[in-house]
């Protein structure tokens, strides 16, 4: 602990620790949140991804403004990339926010906490495994939560499908009706071209235990990612049918996939 005070000293630059001091954090005496969520680790975690926004990817970021200031908040996003670079660099955008910055959670897929180290890492700095409860116990403490409704389906598709919405689960649009949580929708473009696959050695996926194991660069390409907030949507419960909740889904995936052509339209070039 005294190690990450000293790192956090040493290297947190001012404008990160302001920001935080902004926005709602809810933390016990010790630090932490139920989940295992610490800011000094946010923050270390915020300070190393600067490189990778704002010179590596050189992410443009329009459309924060719609972003409320505090309250529970589900932001939606499509998924890609193979890693979950798209979620984290939706995460440095929501808090360094100028309109206001928000810390925001991102579920996560069950197999990470199985990999050891990154599970307690992933903790610290705001991941939570995507449980149903999980998500509706952050947004009755007023939380923004980050939920890529495609999942493994969107991340790990191959690159011949990029830019196409893989089917989303619904259990987002349950949770939005059920808690009057508003939703904000995100249009990522950039991801797709970060680690382009041929596809998966599935045999060696299944070997390891995780999802997909793709036939991709080793690391991450320098695509620019643009990303896109839309405005918040808001859908009425109590959920009384599930053609109801699919009906609305569509809206969310429609708003998205305009996002995704408005980001495609800005772009000059997949690096540049």
Known sequence: MKFRHYLKQRFVPSDIAEAFDRMPVNVGELGYDPWGFNP?????????????????????????????????????????????????????????????????????????????????????????VGDPLNCVNLLKREEAVIVFPEGVRGSGKPYRLRYQLQRFGAGFMHL??????????????????????????????KLLGIPYVPIAPLVPLPARVIL????????????????????????????????????LAERKGVFR
């Open 40 to 128: 000094d680790s946010a923050k270390l975690a915020l300070t190393a991804i600067r490189f990778l926004y704002e010179k590596y990817f050189r992410v443009q970021a329009h459309g924060l403004e719609h972003i409320p200031q505090q309250g529970r908040l589900l932001v939606i996003a499509n998924h890609s990339g193979q890693l979950p670079m798209d979620g984290v660099l939706i995460g440095y955008a929501l808090a360094t926010n100028p309109y206001g910055p928000r810390m925001a959670r991102a579920m996560i897929e069950r197999f990470f906490p199985t990999v050891p180290w990154i599970g307690n890492v992933l903790n610290q700095i705001g991941g939570i």
């Open 176 to 205: 939005a009706m059920e808690q009057d949580t508003p939703i904000v929708p995100v249009g990522v473009v950039g991801c797709e071209e970060t680690m382009p696959s041929l596809g998966s050695i599935d045999p060696l996926a």
């Open 228 to 263: 896109n907030f839309g405005e918040p949507m808001r859908f009425a419960g109590p959920v009384e049918s599930e053609e109801q909740v699919v009906e609305n889904v569509e809206q969310v995936k429609d708003e998205i996939r305009r996002l995704i052509d408005k980001g």
